[in-house]
């Protein structure tokens, strides 16, 4: 018999059981041929659901390697303040656009990266030179936050550029870790 003829039958036995039973649809056994096919639909979409989990893409490295250097403590910044930048990320086949809020208050700075869209892609609390990170996968994120960090301590930090460099754009290559990233101050002040 072949597979048409085969599924035909197995159809028109269905529907024949389906017939008989006096019983409302949702009060019937599951038919045969039902389970079967919902079995097969439950296993196709469990190994698409393994492949998927196993294409490593939510947990990729990195593109852009931790590049090491000292963290100034807070405790050497003077003052309390916020500031927005604007921060770009180039590499081999990067180029990573997003902006960066950071404010210190006491001994505490934080850093928050938001997305073009406003979405947060990582936050960075440090505290003297211990550092707290909460940041998305590398498939999202390709630069690690503390990169992000000592660059800004580069750039300087309070800020105390005057009205007139308030836009000042900056740009470190860090040609040993193989990218470079560019700082634009959006707007910084003193807090109260």
Partial sequence: MRSAERNGALLSAGAEER??????????????FRS???????????????????????FAARPIPDCPAEIRSTDEIPGDFSSRQWITVAAEDVNFPFELVAQKKGRELVLIGLS??????????????ETRVDALPGAALPVPPLN????????????SHSPADARRRVV??????????????LGEGALP
């Fill in 172 to 185: 470190f290559d860090h040609a040993d870790c193989g990218y470079s990233i560019a700082i634009e101050t």
């Fill in 36 to 58: 079967v096919g919902a079995r097969r639909w439950i296993r196709a979409s469990s190994v698409l659901g393994m492949a998927s989990a196993c294409s490593g893409l939510p």
């Fill in 148 to 159: 992000v960090l000592r660059d800004l301590h580069r750039y300087g930090l309070p800020p």
């Fill in 116 to 129: 073009p869209v406003g979405a947060k892609l990582f936050s960075v609390i440090q505290v003297g030179v």
């Fill in 19 to 32: 017939a008989a039973d006096p019983r409302p649809a949702a009060a019937r056994p599951i038919s045969r």
